[in-house]
């Protein structure tokens, strides 16, 4: 069998590979690979083809991989709206039970009732933002 054909195969494995792992890396060296197989394809000996292999692998794995990766790699999503709210600290305004009660989140004054419908918390208290439905803050005391 020509040596061409083994590294369009090597080529062929590493991309589906890429596929599975999703790391730029596997890619990178299919794309060595294919390099190597139209250099053996044009007949120059194997160590020269081990040699192009060897050099665009180490190539793309140190220079292209790490901007591939940058590429990659998602910001954390932004929360905005009432979800932006949740896990801050709220200034309880008016005494905040099970059924109702008023706090401060950020500057804005919110109707609210507690996490835990057991509880009692006093006006004054500095409590944590649970959760929101609708237009009332469900939370929690600060320990």
């Known amino acids: 069998m ?4 083994l590294w369009l195969i090597l080529a062929a494995v ?10 730029a890396a596997l890619g990178l060296l299919g ?7 139209v250099v053996a394809a044009i007949g120059l000996p194997t160590g ?3 040699a192009v292999f060897v050099l665009s692998s180490v190539s793309a794995l140190v220079l292209l991989r790490p901007i591939a990766q ?8 932004q929360r905005f709206g009432v979800s932006a709210l949740v896990g801050k600290p709220a200034y309880v305004t008016h005494e905040v039970t099970g059924m109702q009660g008023r706090v401060r989140i950020g500057g804005e004054e919110w109707s609210a009732r507690a996490y835990d419908e057991t ?3 006093p006006a004054g208290a500095t409590v944590d933002v ?8 469900l939370v929690y005391p600060r320990e």
């Open 70 to 77: 940058r590429h990659i790699a998602q910001p954390p999503p």
């Open 2 to 5: 020509d040596s061409w054909i």
């Open 31 to 37: 794309a060595a690979a294919l390099l190597t197989a």
């Open 119 to 121: 509880l009692v918390i």
């Open 130 to 137: 649970i959760g929101i439905e609708g237009a009332t803050a």
């Open 48 to 50: 020269i083809q081990l």
């Open 14 to 23: 590493l991309g589906v590979a890429e596929l599975f792992t999703l790391t």
